[in-house]
């Protein structure tokens, strides 16, 4: 709920102009929920892109860059709504796209019978090819505490993602 309002007060800096306010509590709201495994993969997504669309009004295309691409990271194949963000955002991100992003193979190993694994919110068996990011992931298996962690994908090769589940009571 903090971060419900964090992005509100957040959004209408943003279109009041007061664009480092905006930044600011936008930068708040990220922090908050790269720390956070519960928030959803489309939660993330809106903050990155509002996070976009701040620096490229700053015009800071660097900054802008770097959020557009963790949002397409995270969801590869975002459509930027343009009833939300202004048509300077749905082009930049899709420039973005249209230049490629570097991905890696992850494995994931170790996993016990059962187990239901997910990436960034979508399921994965036992491989999944991944841009070069922050990632989510979640295990849940019967007999098992759910296990949920970020993990940095930092180079094209495999990684291989052993995960120690505890026995629950």
Do not use: C
């Not at 992005?7 to 102009?17: E, F, L, P, V």
């Amino acid at each position: 709920e903090a971060v419900s309002l964090l992005m509100k007060d957040a959004m209408q800096s943003y279109y009041k102009d007061n664009l480092v306010e905006a930044e600011a509590r936008f930068q708040k709201a990220y922090e908050a929920q790269e720390t956070d495994p519960r928030f959803a993969v489309t939660d993330r997504v809106e903050v990155l892109l509002w996070r976009t669309a701040t620096a490229l009004a700053m015009q800071n295309e660097r900054d802008a860059a770097q959020w557009a691409k963790r949002a397409l990271t995270i969801a590869p194949k975002l459509q930027v709504d343009s009833t939300v963000f202004r048509p300077s955002v749905v082009r930049f991100v899709a420039r973005i796209r249209d230049s490629g992003l570097q991905q890696a193979r992850v494995a994931l190993v170790g996993l016990p019978p059962g187990a239901i694994a997910s990436i960034d919110d979508i399921a994965v068996r036992s491989a999944a090819i991944l841009p070069l990011v922050t990632h989510r992931l979640s295990v849940a298996a019967p007999g098992f505490r759910r296990v949920e962690r970020f993990f940095e994908l930092a180079r094209p090769s495999d990684l291989v993602a052993a995960l120690p589940l505890t026995l629950g009571k």
